[in-house]
């Protein structure tokens, strides 16, 4: 039972059974993935990290989840739309709260890292 390892496992235990459901999903067939995704999606969101928990999943772990998230949605669009469906308002939530604050600290990294507005781009491009 890949759930036992998530509550209580070690942090290898919860990477592996990770590793171990995503293999499952490339390998299944288009008409399993709905009940794959049942399984897998809760797992996955439950190892993405939110600013709100107290002990965050480790960098290795909340990469593979999101990464995995994102990939499997595009995989099969309508297994993963009928799974997040019925996910608990909880569950939801947290991916939701999880996808928007990724999405959040990547667009304050690249705003760091290039301070320049769009404006003074647009100055610098153009010819003198």
């Known amino acids: 039972d ?11 235990d919860r990477v592996g059974a990770v590793k171990v459901l995503l293999l499952a999903c490339t390998l299944a067939p288009p008409d399993s993935m709905a ?6 999606l809760p797992i996955l969101v439950a190892g993405m990290p939110t600013d709100a928990d107290v002990s965050p ?13 994102t990939a499997l949605g ?3 669009p309508e297994a993963f739309r009928a799974a997040v469906s019925v996910f608990s ?11 928007r604050e990724a999405a959040a600290k990547k667009q304050r990294a690249a705003s760091t890292l290039n301070p320049t507005t769009t404006a003074d781009a647009v100055a610098d491009a153009k010819p003198t």
Do not use: D
């Not at 009940?35 to 897998?40: G, T």
């Not at 999943?57 to 998230?69: G, K, N, R, V, Y």
């Not at 308002?89 to 996808?99: F, K, L, P, V």
């Open 35 to 40: 009940a794959l995704f049942s399984l897998a």
């Open 2 to 12: 890949v759930a036992a390892c998530f509550p209580s496992g070690s942090e290898n």
């Open 74 to 76: 595009g995989r099969a």
């Open 89 to 99: 308002a909880s569950t939801r939530a947290r991916m939701e709260t999880s996808i």
């Open 57 to 69: 999943p480790t960098a290795e772990l909340s990469t593979i989840c999101q990464t995995a998230l």
